[in-house]
């Protein structure tokens, strides 16, 4: 491999102070135009790039923000990544993107090797299987200034950026209701997520604002496509007592309309279902979604603006922020 030109051979090159070198390639007004110009042309003839790593050193800053996230492939992390990264590169900020898989292990790991490498700060979303979070207690106390959109870690003091998960389960509830429905059952999340269940407590919030009981049986833990199949003979069981069903997320209720049809029932006219999340497959599926929609790209900017607003004040005190999105509903087939 080449050896990377340095400021120090540029200057050997040209016969000028390596301080001269340096100076010209910032704009310093003390160094005339004819030998910045000189300097400048030289550099890209040589192609010179800034050793990036020096350069941060120097400063105590990367320019890099580190970002983990449960899962790349789901449509609502996938719209956050991009509302970030445009905003990230607007700033003159790198990215690097960690996905946990929902693993606490490797969530971890990849607060870890975001620290190793210098990050600047870091964005993250909690894995549903996270229960001990010293990890995130660690790097609090070391300083790593964070912030936490959609599933946070009450552990910490940390800006957050959050849907209104109650709100959104309330809203997706009330709809069900003035829809003539009366026997909902609800597909929750795993209880250690604090937006799940935000949005069980604002469905159980929409049955007693309307006298409606709240039953243990109508609150099943299924999150996923899969314990859908899994529990398909249980939710199966359930049907005969139900006239809707409010799912956590859009893959779950899109995988529970696809096995109640499989089994003869008719969407919405047997049983109303409606989602959370609104990704591009709602508007696909057969019947279209009814949901809940989430502003993932917004909340991705939003969380960049919040942490850019401590890295470019360190000495600064700042109150710890929470931005609050609200939910809506977007009214399709299904319900």
Same mark, same amino acid.
Do not use: W
């Given at each position: ?30 160094? +005339? ?18 050793? &990036?790593? $020096? ?17 790349? &492939?789901?449509?609502?992390?996938? +719209? ?27 969530? =971890?790991?990849?607060? !870890? ?13 909690? =894995?549903? =299987? ?75 919030? $929409?049955?007693? !604002? ?30 005969? !007592? ?13 995988? &529970? ?79």
């Amino acid at each position: 491999m080449q050896n990377k030109l340095t400021i120090k051979d540029i200057a050997k090159k040209l016969g000028v102070s390596v301080s001269t070198v340096s100076r010209a390639l910032k704009d310093h007004p003390d160094i +005339s135009e004819k030998t910045k110009a000189l300097i400048r042309n030289f550099a890209n003839e040589m192609n010179y790039r800034p050793n &990036v790593l $020096a350069l941060s050193l120097r400063k105590q800053k990367s320019n890099t923000i580190g970002l983990i996230i449960p899962e790349i &492939v789901h449509h609502f992390f996938s +719209s956050v990544i991009s509302g970030i990264e445009d905003l990230t590169y607007r700033e003159g900020y790198n990215l690097i993107i960690c996905q946990s898989n929902e693993n606490q292990f490797r969530e =971890s790991t990849n607060l !870890q090797t975001l620290i190793d490498h210098r990050v600047d700060g870091i964005i993250v979303s909690m =894995s549903k =299987s996270t229960t001990n979070f010293n990890h995130f207690k660690k790097a609090y106390d070391d300083g790593i200034p964070m912030v936490f959109f959609d599933r946070i870690c009450d552990a910490v003091e940390t800006d957050r950026v959050v849907m209104d998960d109650f709100e959104g389960g309330r809203l997706a509830t009330e709809y069900l209701i003035n829809k003539g429905c009366r026997n909902i059952l609800h597909l929750a999340a795993a209880p250690n997520l604090l937006i799940g269940r935000n949005r069980r407590d604002g469905y159980i919030e $929409a049955l007693r !604002q309307n006298n409606i009981p709240v039953r243990d049986k109508f609150i099943l833990k299924c999150d996923t496509r899969e314990e859908v199949l899994t529990m398909q003979n249980h939710i199966l069981s359930l049907v005969p !007592q139900i006239d809707a069903i409010f799912a956590v997320n859009d893959s779950t209720a899109i995988a &529970v309309i696809q096995m109640l049809r499989r089994n003869g029932f008719r969407i919405p006219e047997d049983i109303r279902v409606i989602g959370f999340g609104d990704g591009p497959i709602a508007t696909i599926v057969e019947p279209a979604l009814t949901t809940i929609e989430q502003k993932g790209y917004d909340m991705g900017r939003e969380a960049v603006r919040l942490l850019l607003q401590r890295l470019n004040n360190p000495n600064v005190p700042i109150d710890y922020q929470t931005r609050v999105f609200t939910p809506t509903i977007k009214v399709r087939d299904s319900a």
